[in-house]
């Protein structure tokens, strides 16, 4: 069967795609694509511990361990302890961390506004309802 027709192989490229033009973008701001998604669901929800910031950006426990060290060290992140849990620290944003998490995403629309620019408002949708079903589903294996 043509690759060009499986919807595995077409997510893989598009990831490809964009994954490229994001680190391009980013790298300005010293940032990497971990890094933006961790100010981003902090942004979205603060004091989350690093494990549920894991599982929500899907990234491996050592690959946020790194990044949340230097996201820390730039003083973007900062932990405070779990008001019950003695060894669960919960992090948040700063007001500068906020700042970056709206100024990375702003760029990162910028790519899947080019991306999705041939697809109407309703596609777009379908699209991203189906995409988080498959994802939700895959996601619960």
């Known amino acids: ?29 010293k940032l990497t694509l971990t890094q933006h998604s961790i100010l981003l669901f902090l942004a979205l929800e603060p004091d989350l511990s690093s494990a549920e910031l894991a599982r929500r950006a899907a990234v491996s426990r050592p690959s946020l361990s790194k990044a949340l060290g230097e996201l820390e060290a730039r003083d973007l992140v900062r932990r405070r302890p779990h008001p019950s849990h003695g060894r669960v620290a919960l992090l ?29 408002e309703e596609e777009r949708r379908q699209l991203c309802l189906l995409l988080s079903r498959v994802v939700e589903r895959f996601a619960a294996r």
């Open 92 to 120: 948040r944003l700063t007001p500068d961390g906020l700042r970056l998490a709206e100024d990375s995403q702003r760029r990162l629309d910028l790519i899947e506004a080019e991306a999705f620019a041939g697809l109407s």
């Open 1 to 29: 069967m043509d690759p060009r027709q499986r919807i595995g192989y077409l997510a893989w490229q598009l990831r490809l795609a964009t994954s490229h033009r994001a680190e391009n973008l980013l790298t300005p701001l």
